[in-house]
């Protein structure tokens, strides 16, 4: 009977005398401290409601070294947000990582900050105070809570040296085994002497270029004239092409003009080819008649005017006599004296 009762005593006070933690996962009530009595916001007075904060260390006993999760739970009201000031000085802790996150419920609000921590000193560490600003609808205020504690153990085992897993003193140099790439370097000197012959062969089986003997250009003027008869032959206006006749007449007095005169006809507008020919020096040149052709011919191309047969016939007959009327074949070339003739005297 004495034993019951004995036992029965050690679980109350197993059950009164451990810390004040919530339910599993909730946490231990933290007794945080307001730093100032609050910024007024809109000229209100610092009215704060009223909220709580929860932590909790995951796990509650670390390896020096490796990382645990330090936990803090607001619990607020959802005008309210909290928001963690930049610790500066960690002795004997560093924060890897860090993480915040908001619920939203119709009763409140629940901001968890997650720091993921680490500690460089054995023993039962008391975490930093950090700082917090609350901001409300009617002030701000700088909010600390305070640390948790941390059983911090080493890493090796409590029987270490019985084990002989203690750490070791300095030793001697020991001769280490390099792997060696030699064989590869030999492969790839081989793949490239293979990939250099292969070129070479490449460069001496290429095609070589073949020699075209080009015909040289003939004077603008037999030029023109060749294509003028090559247009006259295809009767085009007799086909019902009136505009593709006009055309490639034109461009074929454009050309002509332009190699003539020097100066780019081909894409001149009318009047830019008008103002070019009056600016330059274009002796016989038959300009009312140019004028005339010029009109015409834009009129069918892109006016959709019509043209006779006797139009056409005229208009090319006006190409032939263009060429007749300014064509200036070029000065002959001045003869080469003989490499071994004498000067000129000099008296």
Not at 32 to 48: R, S, Y
Not at 217 to 236: C, F, H, Q, S
Request: charged content about 25%; aromatic content about 8%.
């Amino acid at each position: 009977m004495r034993r019951l009762l004995l036992f029965a005593l050690v679980l109350g006070l197993a059950a009164c005398g451990g810390p004040k933690e919530g339910p599993a996962g909730e946490g231990q009530s933290l007794q945080a401290q307001v730093l100032d009595a609050g910024v007024p916001v809109d000229g209100k007075a610092p009215e704060v409601e009223d909220w709580g904060v929860k932590g909790r260390v995951l796990p509650q006993q670390a390896k020096i070294g490796d990382p645990f999760v330090y936990e803090l739970t607001f619990t607020h009201a959802r005008d309210q947000r909290f928001e963690l000031v930049a610790p500066k000085e960690l002795e004997k802790f560093e924060i890897l990582e860090q993480a915040r996150q908001r619920q939203d419920g119709p009763g409140g609000s629940v901001t968890t900050f997650k720091l993921k921590m680490s500690a460089f000193e054995l023993g039962v560490l008391t975490l930093p105070d950090l700082t917090f600003e609350l901001t409300s609808p009617n002030a701000i205020q700088s909010i600390s809570v305070p640390g948790m504690q941390v059983e911090v153990i080493p890493t090796l085992p409590k029987d270490a040296d019985e084990q002989g897993a203690n750490l070791f003193d300095f030793q001697p140099p020991a001769e280490v085994p390099i792997r060696s790439w030699r064989l590869l370097y030999i492969l790839a000197g081989v793949l490239v002497a293979g990939l250099l012959a292969w070129g070479l062969i490449k460069w001496i089986r290429r095609p070589r270029p073949q020699v075209v003997v080009t015909k040289p250009l003939a004077p603008l003027d037999v030029r023109t004239r060749e294509a003028l008869n090559a247009l006259g032959k295809e009767n085009l206006p007799a086909k019902g092409q009136v505009k593709e006749f006009y055309f490639r007449l034109s461009e074929i007095i454009r050309g002509y003009l332009g190699e003539r005169y020097s100066f780019e006809a081909l894409e001149c507008t009318t009047p830019e080819l008008i103002a070019s020919l009056r600016k330059l020096r274009t002796p016989n040149l038959p300009e009312e008649d140019l004028l005339r052709f010029i009109s015409e011919s834009d009129m069918v191309k892109y006016a959709k005017a019509e043209a006779s047969p006797e139009s056409c016939s005229q208009s090319l007959a006006f190409g032939f006599q263009l060429v007749e009327k300014t064509y200036v074949p070029p000065a002959p070339a001045p003869a080469q004296p003989p490499p071994h003739a004498p000067g000129p005297r000099v008296s």
